[in-house]
């Protein structure tokens, strides 16, 4: 696999691992990263076969710059066992961990890997979408800062957590957004990437653009996706724009002309030295304890 680990984390594509088209079609997309979901996306009585299409992708080695991500069954359920197996064999970037609850979730998962991966290069990701999770969060996010742990990134799973919390999806999210917001900050805390829910109506774009804005600006690192036409108005929106960028500059070039001091103006807006170490972030194209997985 060609991927550079401190690539960016804004599209991120959900594949069933059952539908031999979509798998076919993943070396020709532009998503920074792809789901490939053995969970709900795959019905009970396909799981077997969608496992061993699974290993095949895999052992077909393929050679593009996504990373790869295996959406495991709950490790309790009756498939666990066997996606585990799976993962063994195909050595993804992660594993994606559903429906986590607790730390311990995580740390029996991460248990059950170093049994497979004793090197740790296997990361662990977490779906925030039980309302135990967002009740647990803080203390989830706090593994992120153990670095024996493999946990990289929270992913919300806004449908499971409207399923159980009765919340009710409207198209602005207003009643998700707390929920969303409790993610991000978490997630910043334990020095953790985070992606945004999908957008169920794919055929609409234009409302998608509007969600994926909306959570850029809430602080997400990008967006899960369920359509490869979603990719590409997610990776532009996510992307530092130019405006932004320039303005960045801006501040880096102001405090080099004046480095004795701890706040300046530019153009009538006070700019201090937090704004600096956040402007030369954007341009290093990296956002602080965001390494990936
Ligand atoms: C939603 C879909 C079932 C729609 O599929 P389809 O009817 O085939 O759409 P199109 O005809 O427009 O497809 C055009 C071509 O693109 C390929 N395609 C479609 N989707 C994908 C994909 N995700 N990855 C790769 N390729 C894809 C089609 O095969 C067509 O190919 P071709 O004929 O060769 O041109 C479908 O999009 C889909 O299954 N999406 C993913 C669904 C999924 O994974 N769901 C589970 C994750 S969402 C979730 O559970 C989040 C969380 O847990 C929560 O609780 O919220
Ligand atoms: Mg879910």
Known sequence: MTRDPAAPLRSVLYVPASNPKALAKIGTLAADAVILDLEDAVAPEEKAAARERLCAFFAAKPDQPALLVIRINAL???WGSSDLEAVKACRPDAVLLPKVDTPRDILAADDALDEIDASKRIGVWAMIETPKAMLNIGAI???GR???ARLGCFVAGTNDLAKDTGIRMTPDRRYLVPALSQMVMAARAGSLAVLD?????????????A???EARNMGFDGKTLIHPAQIASTNAIFAPNPKELAEAQAIVDAFADQPGKGVIQINGRMVERLHLAQAERLLAGDKEGNEQP
């Open 211 to 213: 969600e994926c804005r």
């Open 76 to 78: 309790n359920s009756e």
């Open 141 to 143: 996010a706090a593994l």
């Open 146 to 148: 153990d670095r024996a």
């Open 197 to 209: 829910g999908v957008s169920n109506d794919f055929r609409d774009l234009d409302a998608f653009a």
